[in-house]
């Protein structure tokens, strides 16, 4: 079959599959390939699953009460920071559970490389954690760092001075 021939008939065919057409289709093909969640936006994995959704919020509000991000930059640090550390912890106990099955088949190949991308999966995201933290304590020390310079030049030059935190 000629190249030309072949284009013409992969496009006809194209024509055929055109995907699910409701919204309850739409949201099954969505979730076709989530395993584990550890690599989707937070709304799909809350959408699937409300427990994960109530864990993460405990968290989220734990450790608002704890970095007390102040402004949208410093909020989106630590929007992201709150998630990743989320992610990590859901990726050590399903790195934990992997480990139990190998333990139980040793010569499973195949529960050899989950756990081996499961092991590298929960790095990736404690390194994305660190870093969100990282960030968002660097702002912070920016804010804290301009918040003085405004407080020494206002007793300086008794005058207000506004410094952005950016």
């Not at 065919?13 to 989707?40: D, F, I, V």
Request: net charge positive; charged share 25%; glycine share 2%.
């Amino acid at each position: 079959m000629s190249s030309e021939n072949r284009f013409r008939a992969n496009r006809a065919n194209a024509q055929h599959s055109t995907g699910p057409r409701t919204p309850e289709g739409k949201a099954k093909s969505a979730s076709n390939s989530t395993r584990h969640g550890l690599q989707c936006q937070p709304s799909t994995l809350f959408s699937q699953s409300p427990a994960e959704q109530s864990r993460f919020n405990s968290l989220r509000e734990e450790l608002f009460a704890q970095c007390l991000p102040h402004g949208a930059m410093e909020l989106e640090a630590f929007e992201r920071y709150a998630f990743s550390l989320f992610q990590s912890r859901r990726a050590r106990s399903l790195e934990i559970d992997a480990l139990d099955r190998y333990t139980n088949e040793p010569n499973n190949d195949s529960l050899l490389r989950a756990l081996d991308r499961l092991f590298q999966m929960a790095t990736q995201l404690e390194r994305r954690a660190d870093r969100a933290l990282a960030e968002l304590r660097k702002l912070q020390q920016d804010r804290y760092h301009s918040a003085e310079i405004q407080n020494e030049m206002f007793v300086s030059f008794k005058q207000q001075i506004e410094i952005p935190a950016s």
